[in-house]
Nanobody, 115 residues
Framework: QVRLMESGGGLVQAGGSLRLSCAAS????????MGWYRQAPGKQREMVAG???????NYTDSVKGRFAVSRDWARNMLYLQMNSLKPEDTAVYYC?????????WGQGTQVTVSS
């Protein structure tokens, strides 16, 4: 059973930084693509950043140059370093992987950026 557990969210002022972590279990982490999504109130869930099994990354345009996704294959951990945070980054952030022929999500962690 795939389990994803996020941590690291919180309240931060605009311009600040946060680092999100996701602990993955029940998935072949060495080959699984991983990613971060977010959902703001009243909006659809959107992809923020993804990282392939080989370490290739991609980002939505609004976070390029500010966010960095990384993974630790030895510890089955996924990270999202978020710098220069803006109020529009406020959302619940979810860890995601596609494994066992289905989408798998964590419970989410709240990120709130005050102006």
């Amino acid at each position: 059973q795939v389990r994803l557990m996020e941590s690291g969210g919180g309240l931060v002022q605009a311009g600040g930084s946060l680092r999100l972590s996701c602990a993955a279990s029940g998935v072949n982490f060495k080959i699984a693509p991983m990613g971060w999504y977010r959902q703001a109130p009243g909006k659809q869930r959107e992809m923020v950043a993804g990282i392939s099994a080989g370490g290739i990354t991609n980002y939505t345009d609004s976070v390029k140059g500010r966010f960095a996704v990384s993974r630790d294959w030895a510890r089955n951990m996924l990270y999202l370093q978020m710098n220069s945070l803006k109020p529009e980054d406020t959302a619940v952030y979810y860890c995601h992987t596609y494994s066992s022929a289905r989408n798998n999500w964590g419970q989410g962690t709240q990120v709130t950026v005050s102006s």
